[in-house]
Nanobody, 126 residues
């Protein structure tokens, strides 16, 4: 039984930083994408960042490139998203997602491919 639990969200001033964590259990697959998404009210879920567990390759949405960093600590079973230089437009709920079938970096932003999701953590930038 796969479980994902996000934490680390909160309120921060523009220009500040937050680190989101996604603790996962029951997920032992490798060679696939693990990702962070965000979704603002009334908008489609947006892929923020992904890491390919096979070789550690990462990819980012243009809107966060250079400011956010995704990383994976396998021994701790935790996925991270370090968010620096935060902007008010980054305010929304963030979700981690995994699926053993998402094995191609070219499709990582397709949120409907992911079977397993966390409950989300709210980020507010003022």
């Amino acid at each position: 039984h796969v479980q994902l639990v996000e934490s680390g969200g909160g309120s921060v001033q523009a220009g500040g930083s937050l680190r989101l964590s996604c603790a996962f259990s029951g997920y032992t697959y490798s060679g696939n994408c693990m990702a962070w998404f965000r979704q603002a009210p009334g908008k489609e879920r947006e892929g923020v960042a992904t890491i390919y567990t096979g070789d550690g390759t990462t990819s980012y949405a243009d809107s966060v490139k250079g400011r956010f960093t995704i990383s994976l600590d396998r021994p701790k079973n935790t996925l991270y998203l370090q968010m620096n230089s935060l902007k008010p437009e980054d305010s929304t709920k963030y979700y981690c997602a995994v699926d053993p079938k998402v094995i191609m970096m070219g499709v990582w932003t397709n949120w409907n491919l992911y079977q397993y999701w966390g409950q989300g953590t709210q980020v507010t930038v003022s």
